[in-house]
């Protein structure tokens, strides 16, 4: 069974800086298996990248996805004030199915 | 646009069965480019994946249903067709089964969740 492992725990930037979102898989799985989304409160989540590097219909180019292997990073170039938020990574795979990391909450500094 | 919605039971006693259904509109869940999931968030947690049914597309599985190992025992996930629905069954619920559940829609081709219900929260409780 694969974990996924978000960190950090929490983010604390301002508007307009660089956050940088860490998904590490507990063994290597295929990217194209890898997605992010983004959760507000009171909101269900939102589909922002797919495949580790696309990104999903209207999502903004601030918002970029990387990695391979084992090592996954979510990117926002420059914070808007809409952006803070939870952001979850999952996998796609046959045991057990889907499976989401623990989440990184970006908070206001 | 595709919508889910999801409605049924949201307050339970212990040991009780939940049942939630979800209703799909703008498309149709006979695609067989996509799977249909039901995965869940405890009060102030993360996403758990509860199942899915799928149709052909998926080379991992066999069988129409495919659900998680820690909770296979208590669940059964059926679709209507007709009705462009499908439904969750959720046995013997503690408070540990209070979330918010949601109905979603997987691509069949890379496992990610492209739209997803509202939610609706389901509180179990003596």
């Known amino acids: 069974e694969i974990v996924l492992t978000q960190s950090p725990g929490t983010l604390s930037l301002s508007p307009g800086e660089r956050a940088t979102l860490s998904c590490r898989a507990s063994?290597?799985?295929?990217?194209?298996?890898v997605a992010w989304y983004q959760q507000k409160p009171g909101q269900g989540p939102r589909l922002l990248i797919y495949g580790a590097v696309n990104r999903a219909t209207g999502i903004p180019d601030r918002f970029s996805g990387s990695g391979s292997g084992t090592d996954f990073t979510l990117t926002i170039s420059r914070l808007d004030p809409e952006d803070f938020a939870v952001y979850f990574c999952q996998h796609f795979g046959s045991t057990p199915g889907l499976t989401f990391g623990g989440g990184t909450k970006v908070e206001i500094k | 646009q595709l919508q889910l919605q999801e409605s049924g039971s949201r307050l339970l006693r212990p040991s009780q069965t939940l049942s939630l259904t979800c209703a799909v509109s703008?498309?149709?869940?006979?695609?067989?480019?996509?799977?249909w999931s039901w995965i869940r968030q405890p009060p102030g947690k993360g996403l758990e994946w509860i199942g899915y049914?799928?149709?052909?597309?998926?080379?991992?599985?066999?069988?129409?249903?495919y659900y998680n190992p820690s909770l296979k025992s208590r669940v059964t996930m059926s679709e209507d067709r007709a009705r462009n629905h499908f439904s969750l069954k959720l046995t013997s619920v503690t408070a540990a089964d209070t979330a918010m559940y949601y109905c979603a829609r997987v691509d069949g081709d890379g496992g990610w969740v492209d739209y997803w219900g509202q939610g609706t929260l389901v509180t179990v409780s003596s």
């Open positions: 049914i799928y149709h052909s597309g998926y080379i991992y599985h066999s069988g129409n249903n």
């Open positions: 703008g498309g149709s869940i006979s695609s067989g480019a996509y799977s």
């Open positions: 063994q290597s799985v295929t990217s194209t298996y």
